[in-house]
């Protein structure tokens, strides 16, 4: 199994900046991709964004500019740099691996428990 560990939320005030990581470990023998998803309350989870291990990136329509996802493949971890942070960025923001335990194994997906955002004056 995977652990997953969050970390560098919290309180920000609009137009401030905040950096989101998330390191993996357990039994862990590649990881392919690894990203962030939010929910804001009464909403659904959305994408923020990912990045392979290669470099491929996705984000959100609402974060490109402002948000920018690195990842470092020796220690497993991913971050997501969040510039310009507005209010409606407020959530709860979750951690996603997609993994190979093992070389002959297929990829599976783990979860973190999240991390609260709050952008507010």
């Known amino acids: 199994q995977v652990q997953l560990v969050e970390s560098g939320g919290g309180l920000v005030q609009p137009g401030g900046s905040l950096r989101l990581s998330c390191a993996a470990s357990g039994t862990i023998f590649s990881i392919y991709r690894m990203g962030w998803y939010r929910q804001a309350p009464g909403l659904q989870r959305e994408l923020v964004a990912r990045i392979t291990s290669g470099g491929m990136t996705n984000y959100a329509d609402s974060v490109k500019g402002r948000f920018t996802i690195s990842r470092d493949n020796a220690k497993n971890t991913v971050y997501l740099q969040m510039n310009s942070l507005k209010p409606e960025d407020t959530a709860v923001y979750y951690c996603?691996?997609?993994?190979?335990?093992?070389?002959?194994?297929?990829?599976?997906?783990?979860w973190g428990q999240g991390t609260q955002v709050t952008v507010s004056s």
């Open positions: 996603n691996v997609f993994y190979r335990p093992n070389y002959s194994s297929n990829l599976r997906d783990y």
